[in-house]
């Protein structure tokens, strides 16, 4: 059965290559950004009646309740939701801002908050639905220059695991998704932010934006393909909670895992020796 998808970000990158495959495959969209001319020319070549175009800065709760209502308007239900709108905020902790810190959460961590919380109405009222959560090897694993980042998709780790076994009840599905390095928008110097409060002590170690900066261009993965997956993923009876995106991710997450796995039996006596007695 054809389904129906509410995109955020849909206007570039894992969110267009994703748009692109739900509809290559007979599927209808909601494609949403905060920028709708640039997010209707990312799809200028796609003549179809099956994508609709719908404001929404997933940093503004009110936008994301009228986004959802709208769509519900154009094509009546949700049957998958990909929240993928997101930007890197990049920089040594000590040089972020508190300010620099709240946007990012605003936009990364309480833009899926407030569109998880529109859309998770529509889905229990049919009984059915997936949310798709879009996070990083950064919720997994601890990169230097990440804080804020990392932080706000381990966040999205956390709330999608703790609210996916309230809503199975109702038939709602939630994946969790951690690519690698992808070829998109991310780390292009219009869309990343660094930190703002420089520090001369850490200029030691190198140039943090120079660092980043070189990868954009060269990253492996292809947002088309992982578009193609999650289509794949979308379509299966037991979806994963947590799916891995990309080798260079296999290669990050599975050592940090075994690692912890082994510190934490290291430790097994050490932690069981916190235990009361009755
Ligand atoms: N590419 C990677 O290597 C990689 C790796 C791990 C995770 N991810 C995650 O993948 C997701 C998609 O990123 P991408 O790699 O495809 O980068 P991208 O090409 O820059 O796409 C990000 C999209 O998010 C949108 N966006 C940003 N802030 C928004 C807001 N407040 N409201 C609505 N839309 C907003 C952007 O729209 P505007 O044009 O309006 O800015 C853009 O269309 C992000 O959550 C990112 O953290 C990417």
């Given amino acids: 059965m054809s389904k129906v ?16 495959a739900a509809l290559h495959a007979g ?14 020319n990312t799809y ?3 003549a179809s009646d099956n994508i609709a175009f719908v404001q929404l800065d997933v940093a503004q709760e009110a936008q ?9 308007k154009q094509f009546g239900r949700i049957d998958v939701l990909v929240n993928n709108a997101g930007y890197s905020l990049l920089g040594n902790f000590e040089e972020l801002t508190t ?12 833009g899926v908050v407030y569109v998880m919380r529109a859309v998770l109405p529509v889905m229990r009222k049919q009984r059915s639905g997936h949310i798709i959560n879009i996070s990083s090897v950064a919720g997994v694993v601890g990169f230097k220059h990440c804080a804020a980042y990392g932080a706000s998709k381990f966040a999205v780790e956390g709330l999608s695991l703790a609210v996916a076994p309230e809503v199975e009840q109702f038939g709602i599905k939630i994946t969790v998704v951690e690519p690698g ?30 660092m980043w900066s070189a990868y ?8 088309a393909k992982l578009g193609e997956v999650l289509v794949k993923i979308a379509g299966m009876e037991n979806p994963p909670k947590l799916f891995v995106a990309g080798s260079d991710a296999l ?4 050592p940090a895992i075994e690692g912890r796995l082994q510190a934490t039996h290291a430790n097994e006596a050490l932690s069981r020796s916190t235990d009361g007695s009755f």
Avoid: C
């Fill in 5 to 20: 998808w509410f995109i955020t970000g849909a206007g570039s990158g894992i969110g267009a290559g994703t748009a692109k």
């Fill in 27 to 40: 599927d209808r969209v909601v494609a949403t950004g905060r920028n709708l001319d640039k997010v209707r």
């Fill in 44 to 46: 200028h070549d796609v």
């Fill in 64 to 72: 994301a309740k009228a986004a959802v209502e709208e769509a519900m």
């Fill in 99 to 110: 300010a620099d810190i709240e946007r990012q959460f605003a936009t990364n961590f309480f």
């Fill in 181 to 210: 390095f992808f070829r998109t928008d991310l780390l292009d110097a219009r869309n990343v932010r660094w930190g703002s409060n420089v520090i001369e002590d850490y200029a030691a170690e190198g140039n943090v934006q120079g």
């Fill in 216 to 223: 954009n261009g060269t990253q492996r993965g292809d947002p």
């Fill in 251 to 254: 290669a990050t997450i599975t």
